[in-house]
């Protein structure tokens, strides 16, 4: 039970990082962090209000109102081009009309988010490892599993860990420079990070517990009875030896092995 849970647990954790991979600009609803303004002047009752959201390969803009004397206009939403590592370009300057918000990040920065397509596919591989182990269902094919398990969550536990500090630094930096004119909402692909982060220590728990439950099942065969030896199989009338390890089947609560 807990062997099958294994591989279930690390494909959702490809799953969501796969998504998060794919977030804003291919993927709009999904994305790392929002900036919102809502301006607005008594003076000739003038307002605008927009938002950009932030994923791994660059933003997206959403539609700006624009209201000058009781008369709306809007601006279409559009996206930027899908590339490694961005900044705050005049175009997100303009969207929220806050020029100082120009270049307060640093392409290095954002280049660093590279690191989530690159784990997602050595979750990929992991999920391999584990269907591989699962259908072996031995020690030797499970503890090199288990390692493999512990060589993706570490570094997923890191890009959870980077998408945290860095969110976190962009929004301590715009609270600084707007002085609370522009506000910094955290995005679903963060959480998502997480999620896949808790399910690969779940996994490899699992694992570990498998194993475990595993060595209690070759003590239960060398403890059965001594009228089993070289009982037949009525199926395939091959004789099972109890003092055998554990590659072969579990009946109920007793297991045997073929010669």
Known sequence: ???????????????????????????????????????GSSLLNTGASGSVAFGVWGYCISAIDISIVGIDHSTTARCSSTRLGYTFDQTVADALHADDLQNLISRTTTGALVLHPIVAALIFIAFLASLFALRRGTFTSRIPAILAFALVAIPTTVVFLIDLI????????????????????WGNAVWMTLGATVALW????????????????????????????????SQTGKILDRTSHIDGFCLDADCFSYL
């Open 1 to 39: 039970m807990l062997a099958a849970l294994t591989p279930v647990l690390i494909f959702v954790a490809f799953l969501l990082l796969l998504l998060v991979s794919l977030s804003a600009p291919i993927i709009k609803s999904i994305f790392l962090f929002r900036l919102t303004a809502n301006i």
């Open 166 to 185: 860095f969110v976190a630094l962009v929004r301590h930096k715009v609270r600084d420079v707007s002085n609370g004119g522009v506000d910094l909402v």
């Open 202 to 233: 779940l996994a490899m728990v699992s694992s570990c517990a498998g194993v475990c439950f595993g060595r209690r099942f070759v003590f239960d065969i060398l403890s059965l009875p001594s009228q089993l030896k070289n009982q037949k199989d």
